[in-house]
């Protein structure tokens, strides 16, 4: 069965060092999404990739963070420089979706960042 | 802007003991309505849908039913088993303002069932 991948499962870095995590998504999938979700609460959307096009940014703090999807596969999100605050998994999913479908999301298992 | 709201947990109960979890949302519009499963160190994995109201979604013994008039999708299951033991998030899709669907969860029940 496909399904989404994702690396590192765990990261732990020092409060202003730069992050990175990557996302491979099921084969064929034109949607690609990374959440943020923090201990207790649900996941919530930074950014939403149709093909390599970023279509909803607008919870992405632009000032420490960016995503790339330069082929319109697989993606990464960086964060630089991290801060305490960022401690939480970060989740990303994909779906066949064409614009306003709501097909189903496949999620990968996460990364788990620890910002000390 | 929309929104979910679940009831909060965790809840725990026995095995084979009947189970509830409470969703209620607010939408300007007509959204489908998820529920989704995360099972510990896993990501999440749908459960079951409702595309619109009054349609019932359901998935291994699991139910919800998408009630319009009183913006609710409660998940019911009958006969809870430990295996179940997770987190449940409650969701609903939103159009962007460019158009395309997302979603927005709620906080998420932790349920833990016990022999």
């Known amino acids: 069965e496909a399904e989404v991948a994702q690396s590192p499962r765990y990261k732990i870095t020092e409060k202003s060092q730069a992050v990175a995590f990557w996302c491979d998504p099921i084969s064929g999938h034109a949607t690609l999404y990374w959440y943020r979700q923090i201990l207790g609460q649900g996941p919530e959307l930074l950014v939403q990739f149709q093909d390599e096009s970023v279509v909803d940014d607008s919870q992405l703090p632009k000032d420490r963070f960016s995503a790339e999807r330069l082929k319109g596969v697989d993606s990464t999100l960086k964060i630089q420089p991290a801060e305490l605050g960022d401690s939480a998994m970060y989740l990303c999913a994909s779906s066949l979706g064409q614009g306003g479908l709501p097909y189903e999301q496949y999620f990968g298992p996460g990364t788990r960042l620890t910002v000390t | 802007g929309d929104s979910v709201t679940q009831m909060e947990g965790p809840v725990t109960l026995s095995e084979e003991a009947f189970l509830t979890i409470n969703c209620t949302y607010t939408a300007t519009g007509y959204p489908s309505l998820f529920w989704y499963v995360q099972y510990p160190g896993e990501g999440l994995q749908l459960l079951l849908k409702?595309?619109?109201?009054?349609d019932k979604g359901s998935n291994k013994g699991f139910e919800a039913t998408y009630r319009k008039e009183t913006t609710s999708f409660h998940l019911e299951k009958g006969s809870v088993q430990v295996s179940d033991s997770a987190v449940y998030f409650c969701?609903?899709?939103?159009?962007?303002?460019?158009?395309?669907?997302?979603?927005?969860f709620g906080a998420g029940t932790r349920l833990a069932v016990h022999p």
């Open positions: 409702a595309t619109k109201a009054d």
């Open positions: 969701a609903l899709s939103d159009r962007t303002s460019g158009g395309y669907n997302k979603l927005i």
